[in-house]
T-cell receptor, first 116, second 114 residues
Framework: AQTVTQSQPEMSVQEAETVTLSCTYD???????LFWYKQPPSRQMILVIR??????QNATENRFSVNFQKAAKSFSLKISDSQLGDAAMYFC?????????????FGTGTSLTVIP | DSGVTQTPKHLITATGQRVTLRCSPR?????VYWYQQSLDQGLQFLIQ???????AKGNILERFSAQQFPDLHSELNLSSLELGDSALYFC?????????????FGPGTRLTVT
């Protein structure tokens, strides 16, 4: 069974600094998607970044980038130049690519605090 | 604003009752997803519909059911409610049914079962 593990329940970062959130997953599949979602205090879920497993290049979206290590089944999120608005709960998620009745699996989340 | 609407925003009901949560996807999106977020279970995927048909099924209880109508809006029906069903229920929509399409989440419906 697929599982997603976020081992850091809470993290903090100084404004303008860089922080890395960890995520590991377990799967026997070779083709899948990985996601990072952000949930601010408003509770709205927002997609931060997406990685396709068959792509070796790490995904990047402005200040957000990932370090995707397929062999190690690791998918960490790096936030550069942290801003106060980055404070939120961050969820790592996995879904197998062939859409054949598969599920989404979410980690338990990492609460990020940004210190002014 | 994601363009996904969910009604009601809040719902308080008693154990044993039945409720219906409604979701309207973004214009043009054919796929609708339902998620449950609770303190003890975390964030869980419940079910996905694509163009009116069930596409994927997650940890949805037998007491729960969903459907997607011809106008593409979706409803999640929760019956024989228990205290543990208290949670935030999200709906999300995407253009396609493949997991690669970006999902846009609604603001959620907060269900409290007393």
């Amino acid at each position: 069974a697929q599982t997603v593990t976020q081992s850091q329940p809470e993290m903090s970062v100084q404004e303008a600094e860089t922080v890395t959130l960890s995520c590991t997953y377990d799967t026997s599949e070779s083709d899948y998607y990985l996601f990072w979602y952000k949930q601010p205090p408003s509770r709205q879920m927002i997609l931060v970044i997406r990685q396709e497993a068959y792509k070796q290049q790490n995904a990047t979206e402005n200040r957000f980038s990932v370090n995707f290590q397929k062999a190690a089944k690791s998918f960490s999120l790096k936030i550069s130049d942290s801003q106060l608005g980055d404070a939120a709960m961050y969820f790592c998620a996995y879904r197998r690519r062939p859409n054949t009745g598969n599920q989404f699996y979410f980690g338990t989340g990492t609460s990020l605090t940004v210190i002014p | 604003d994601s363009g996904v609407t969910q009604t009601p925003k809040h719902l308080i009901t008693a154990t044993g009752q039945r409720v219906t949560l409604r979701c309207s996807p973004r214009s043009g999106d054919l796929s609708v997803y339902w998620y449950q977020q609770s303190l003890d279970q975390g964030l869980q995927f419940l079910i996905q519909y694509y163009n009116g048909e069930e596409r994927a099924k997650g940890n949805i209880l037998e007491r729960f059911s969903a459907q997607q109508f011809p106008d593409l809006h979706s409803e999640l029906n929760l019956s024989s409610l228990e205290l543990g069903d208290s949670a935030l229920y999200f709906c999300a929509s995407s253009v396609g049914g493949d997991p690669g399409y970006e999902q846009y989440f609604g603001p959620g419906t907060r269900l409290t079962v007393t």
